[in-house]
């Protein structure tokens, strides 16, 4: 192979490289990427007020009922952690399906609070919200989702297939 080929080899190869990263650009993150995170040192609330442009009233409002929401999850997520201690406890001993059951079943009550407790706070952060503002709230159902699921940490990246 003689020098002249084997740089034309080589352009050839970046030509192809530089065609795949122009392409990854412009088709933009895959469907199974999340969409970027909120920005760091952002809340969660504060990201919402902004969105929804609300008022310095309406603000206080807002931070009143987050405060009584956090206070309700606190309390919920402190009368869980035993539970969770006690059913997983179970694994250094014998099962006993009634304890493990009822156990279970207490949990999944919690859980379930949890959940209807945080949407009845979005519920009630729609009531305070003008017309306009209402049209807006779609749009933060999707911070308020990745918030909610990600327990407000970045998640790392999903593992390469080879």
Same mark, same amino acid.
């Given at each position: ?8 080899? &080589? ?20 469907? &199974? ?130």
């Amino acid at each position: 192979m003689t020098t002249n080929s084997l740089f034309r080899l &080589g352009f050839y190869a970046l030509v192809l490289i530089n065609a795949v990263l122009i392409f990854l650009l412009v088709k933009g993150p895959s469907p &199974g990427r999340p969409p970027i995170p909120l920005e760091k040192g952002t809340s969660l609330m504060k990201t919402i007020g902004e969105k929804l442009n609300l008022t310095s009233g309406q603000m206080d409002q807002y931070e009143n009922m987050a405060k009584q929401h956090r206070q309700v999850m606190i309390n919920l997520q402190e009368e869980q952690r035993p539970l969770l201690r006690s059913y997983f406890e179970l694994l250094k001993s014998p099962i006993e399906q009634d304890s493990s059951d009822n156990l279970l079943t207490e949990i999944l009550i919690l859980e379930r609070r949890k959940l209807t407790t945080t949407y009845s706070h979005f519920e009630e952060l729609k009531t305070i919200l003008t017309v306009d503002q209402a049209d807006q709230f779609e749009s933060i159902v999707d911070d308020i989702l990745r918030v909610l699921l990600s327990g407000e940490k970045k998640l790392p990246p999903p593992p390469r297939d080879f």
